[in-house]
């Protein structure tokens, strides 16, 4: 390419759109690239936006933005959406701009003042050869008889770490580790002028432009550099920085750069080691660090329009090098925890959102790997998932020290013909993230989650290219589907048919009735008969008892449960199915005060007993890597195959839909009758059932109680604990393993719980939040016809009414006798 140019995309061009993380360009899209960068503006298209959550709700559509911006051929778009003076809501059009000249090549989105209530906008997107960023040229014009005040404030998502230098605005990438970074401001070029304030008053019949340069570099300092230079060449010098260590370049470290007061900002060395900017003149305090070396901190003089050196080696590196397999010696995914022990300090390796260290985590698609860690003592814990016994090994590190941590992933718990599955996840594509996909995988492999359908918030997409390039494509098995979301019921679906060149991937629009969004996931794209359709994390009142919200029982949205094939009964947090009633009173979210915490699993065994046949499902809905992460909760399902690459979503769907589950935050659990009637099943017996029940336990967390649950209720004849029944309890990996004789007087569903009241997940998930969920398992029912008339539902309520939606704290209080 001999210079700048732009073209609209068609099928034919969509293929030429640059990737990234955050890459969001479809057909219909616009690519404005030269010699350096490649940038996307998005189309005037019927609900453009780039994800759902860049601006949430009504309203939140935003074509003739910029989308996407990186160097060329990088394929490191870091950048959701940059709005320039806010710009948001319904254009008149964009379209190439002709006829430039200077080598100059536009996109312009216009806003006529007859749309726009009298205020006219155009932002016109320039790019000519050289320019490592773009030029956005924003005019208004004010064709109604009065004044108008609106807001030329620029803004961008997702941005975590963000800043100003010298009033250039800039960001960094959300995972450091990508080295990408951005950074703008105000400049005077094609009859711009540099706004006094964001706030603009324009009166009748007036025009104002503003200019701004939005650049992007290999790190925030560079970006700031080049917004710097074309401000003010004269006041800009150049920063040349060479890190080496013994081990050769130092191209994982980062050289902070801090100016008076004002915020560090980060630049990041090439794979030589180099760092090379621009950068204001004046002196500067530098500092650089890299894990497991010695930091160094300098001060720095730059001179305008002139070079300046700095040759920095390194003390050595210290880390810790894993070589971890399964028991065949294969190579295996797993997930890290590092303890500091004595007076090591905390840690902390990166955000909370990524794979490849996450504050004190490290998640890997492989067993073999190296992570630098500042010199101390740690205890070092090896896991993957319940079904491992975990590693545990203590070791101090040395000042350049390597030490080796080898060791085999025991699959201690034993679960032939059944998978390990999650129907509830999320990477940065949903748009109320920024986990990276491929992070979120590692996280699942690592958690030993073996078949997890695509559920990207209002998108269809599909993991499987994700995972075949990771190598994780017989550890997880994947199928395309959605979660559906808006301000009401959220829906999960598999399988559907991502078109990646439509917007959000060809996926329908949400809807306020529950019903309708089941029966448009249920026949979406064509029938499917096998098609899965859950409703997420339920507000279990408005959907089935309180549909207005009132305050009134009205049996919810009608037929509601016969649209679906399940409800999570477990998303992410401990379980309450032993609760013993339908809410509690807990801390305000707010901080002050109280509030009334409804409990899902409790009102599902109400519901159960009223004849819903709504199956519950284990997800952990995870947004974060660590933290929100995924194993806090999963659901076991039968399945003809062992082999994770030849999981059959098909036969996954149909043993769901037909209650074949059990779900567990750890434990593995299987529950079948005399007669080998499982989860989701009926048996018929004349009242004396045996019930058998076995429990495992890898070696980093255990059970002390099962309970089954007789039509929803705590039967106290069938409560069995280690320090009422030790007998029947094991320290070793088969907890519990007994035949239960049952006495039924009528027809009833069961449910067996296996928890560790006295325990909790800390062993396997360290700092991170599901640490303190307590190890639990559960079936779903199985029906027992007593009387030989078919099951009939005993329409019991377990104590309490069926809750109404908005129960007060005082009504509460009362009903549980407080």
Known sequence: MDAAEVFEVGDDQFDELPG????????????????????VISGNLPLRRPNMSAFYGDGNETP????????KGQDNDQITIFTPSTQRGVVSYVKIRE????????????????KGEGLGKEHLYLLKDGWQGVLIVSTFRNESEEEKKFSISDGWTQMRSKGSVK????????????????????VEEEGGKLPKSTT?????????????????????AEAIGLVAQRRNAQDTGELAVTLTGPEGPASSARVGITLADEKEV????DEEGKVSIFWPAGTHQLKIEDFGRDSVEQEVAIKASEATTVEQTLSAQARVTFAITDEAGGDTPCKIQFHPKKRTAKINLGPTDRAH??????????GAFSVPLPVGDYRIVVTRGPEFDSLTEDISLTPGGEVKIEGVLVRSVKSPGWVSTDFHNHSTPSGDNTCGTDDRLINLAAEHIEFAPTTEHNRLYDWEPHLVRLGLDSFVKTVPGMELTGRGAHFNAFPLKPDPRLQDGGAPVWQKDPRLNAIVLRDYQGMERDRWVHVNHPDMSENFIDRNRDGRPDGGYAFFGNLIDGLESQNYRGSNILAGAPFSIGKARTGLGKQVNYYREFIWLQLLNQGLTVWGIGVADAHHVYGNGVGSWRTYIPSSTDEVSEIDWREMSRNAKAGRMILSSGPYLEVET??????GGHDRVSGELELKVRVQCANWYCIDRVQVLVNGAEDPRYNFTRESHPEMFSDETVQFDQALSLDLSEDAHLIVVAIGENETLQRGYGSSSQAGIQPCAYNNPIYIDVDGGGFEPNYDTLGFDLPVSKLSVEAVEKLLGL
Not at 20 to 37: Q, T
Not at 64 to 71: A, I, R, S, V
Not at 674 to 679: K, N, T, V
Request: glycine fraction near 14%.
């Open 64 to 71: 003739g933005c910029l989308y996407d911006l990186t160097l």
């Open 200 to 220: 603009v008053t324009l009166a009748a019949g007036d025009v104002m432009t503003v200019s701004r340069f939005l650049a992007v570099g290999n790190s925030p």
């Open 99 to 114: 006829g430039l000249g200077d080598g100059l090549v536009g996109i312009e989105t216009v806003l006529t003042p007859a």
């Open 674 to 679: 005399g007669s080998g009637i499982i989860a």
């Open 357 to 366: 260290g996450c504050v004190d985590q490290w998640h890997s698609e492989t």
């Open 266 to 269: 980060l630049a990041y060395p």
């Open 167 to 186: 009033g250039i605005q800039w960001a960094d990438a959300i995972d450091p580790a990508d080295k990408c970074g951005y950074a703008y401001a105000w």
């Open 20 to 39: 990234g993380k955050e890459a969001d360009g479809i057909v219909g899209d616009f690519v404005l690239r030269n010699d350096k960068i490649e940038a």
